[in-house]
């Protein structure tokens, strides 16, 4: 039973595969062909009626016809190379003026003589000496040259192996008939190859920059290293012998290896697979061709890379199609799907290479492999371009919902604040009536209450005024401490300088007001009414008690702003003296009154009631008069200092 449930999931999953690898395989499959038929229609014509194909060979001291194109049968021949011999007829009256003498293709170099006079050797062009070129070669024949009638053409071909010399059909003719072809050729694999180059090495040099700011992802730094070597190979030109090889060939020969391991290793890493340990093997044939081409001389290194070079970058290939095809079942995107049909075209060019390079397609040789890597830059670069995309999109998704996700929480915090803030407000208001109620007890409740007793004791209405007035001007105490003075405690002392004149003057007693710095009192932007009540009762305290008990005649109110100089933050603090001229009163040690009387209650009241706020009392007196100075704190506490003591 378990042998059949550990069956029956495998079985769907097999299906799965299977429906995507063969639509998969079946598109690769049209792709082959496509490029079949494009290889062979995108071919360039060569204009016929000037072709020259019957030669006579002398080769290996042998000389025989031949028919172009043609391979010759030794692969390394300059000393004495092949000698093609053949003639074409010009005639002077019925000739365009300029004839010239056209190569399609050849290995490796040519040298062209009409009626004996070199006319074109290719060796002087170092880019047209590579097979993978396909560079052809057109050359102006000098009119002076020219013989009415048969002339001879001779073309020498030298072979540095490692492949066999081959020799393309040649073409004589006028040079308005043969330069159309000849610049369709060189558009096809000389310019377009240096553009597709010239784009590898911004894209090596995009991808650097990328890796460079992206280290945790090798990919970029990779498939750059990789680019660069393509790039050192297109623009080096390689030695032509029989000058010294250089120990750039080195690098030209290994690249091809190298750079496809490096693609292998891109596209391993570009599906998010880890690189195998096994995986560095692949770079093994590219190192042993550069080792070898560095030490040894010519031509083993062009041996040994085609038995190693090539038969690797076919196998990178081959791995390059498994690991997209293994990507585009597990995957299903557009950036494996395309990476996959470049891989098919650049495999399928190869083929085509290398069944033209062993002479298994007869009559022609040329090599479309580098022209068909420009499909594999196309599509890396297409497949970047997607995932870059893909990862802005990410990238936008995910801010969006960040925002949105923080304008909610701002919504929360703003809710939240606002429930604290009104919990915090109602607390506030709670407090304030408190002590506004314990403040109207304290104050209003105990005038009322004399005034009742009066009334019932059936005192004069002289007394039961006067009980009155106190009730009314303790009313305005509180009224008049609601007021929002914004932290101005000078505000509430004006309002309360005009209670004290009109309370002075029946008693014909002097008020001095006297404020001595500028700006009078410091701001306090935490002063809450109840803090005003408190200072305002203390001072109305020291008032009454001079009019009352000291029968002074001056009354003077001193207000000034101390500073303790030593820069605290927290600012300066504020004093309020009364002072009076009156007969004063005695004091204890512990600077109270000395008295159990109403006067020392008063004065027990004004303590407590400095203590509230934060604020220091400090008293005065001797038979010159008495001083009450209240030094107010320089941040008034938000609770009651008192309680909280």
Sequence with gaps: ??????????????????????????LQALIVIATILGLRLLQPSDPEDFALSGFSLREDGTTRAVTLPHFTSSRYSLADPPLYTGAFTFRRTDAAPGWSVYLPRFSNAVEVAVNGVVALDSRRDANANRPDR????????????LHDGSNEITVRLFVWGPLKGFLDTVYVGPDTALRPSYETRTLLFVTLPVAFSAWQSILAVILAIMWLMRRREPVYGVLAVAMVLGVVQAFSPPPVPPATVSRLAAVLLASAPIESALIVAFGVLFFGWRWPRYGSLLFAPGLVVFVVGLIGGPPLPRILFLVLGIPTVGLCLCLMACVTAAAVVRRQDAASFTLGCAVTIVL???????????????????????????????????????????????????ANQLVTRVREAEE??????????????????????????????????????????????????????DAARAALKDLRLVIDSMDDIGGDLM?????????????????DIALDWRVTTPQGLPLHPELRPWHVIQIVRILDEAVTNAVKH??????????????????????????????????????????????????????????????????????????????????????????DAAAAG
């Design 412 to 465: 929360r915090l703003k809710a939240s604040f606002a429930r604290e803030e009104e919990r915090a407000r109602a607390a506030a208001l709670a407090n304030e009536r408190t002590r506004l109620m314990r403040d109207l007890h304290d104050g209003l409740g105990g005038q009322l209450v004399s005034i009742v007793a009066l009334s019932e004791r059936g005192h004069e209405g002289a007394t039961i005024t």
């Design 348 to 398: 399928t060019c190869w083929v085509h290479d290398m069944l033209a390079a062993f002479e298994i397609m007869t009559n022609e040789r040329i090599f479309v492999s580098r022209l068909s890597y420009s499909a594999m830059l196309v599509a890396i670069g297409a497949g970047l371009t997607w995932r870059f995309a893909r990862a802005l999109n990410q990238v936008d998704g995910f």
């Design 134 to 145: 396909n560079t052809p070669q057109i050359a102006l024949i000098p009119a002076s040259l």
């Design 550 to 639: 000291a029968q002074a005649r001056h009354i003077t109110v001193t207000i000034e702003t101390l500073d303790d100089g030593q820069g605290d933050a927290s600012g300066p603090c504020g004093s309020i003296s009364v002072a009076d001229d009156g007969k004063g009163f005695a004091l204890s040690g512990n600077g109270k009154a000395g008295s159990a009387g109403q006067t020392a209650r008063g004065l027990r009241n004004m303590g407590s009631r400095a203590a509230r706020c934060g604020a220091m009392l400090d008293l005065a007196s001797d038979l010159s008069g008495t001083r009450v100075r209240l030094q107010l704190p320089k941040i008034f506490p938000d609770s």
């Design 1 to 26: 039973m378990s042998e059949i449930a550990a069956k029956a999931p495998a079985r769907p999953r097999r299906r799965l595969i299977v429906s995507r690898l063969v639509p998969y395989l079946l």
């Design 491 to 507: 505000l509430a002392l004006g309002s309360w300088r005009e209670r004290v004149a009109m309370q002075l003057r029946p008693h």
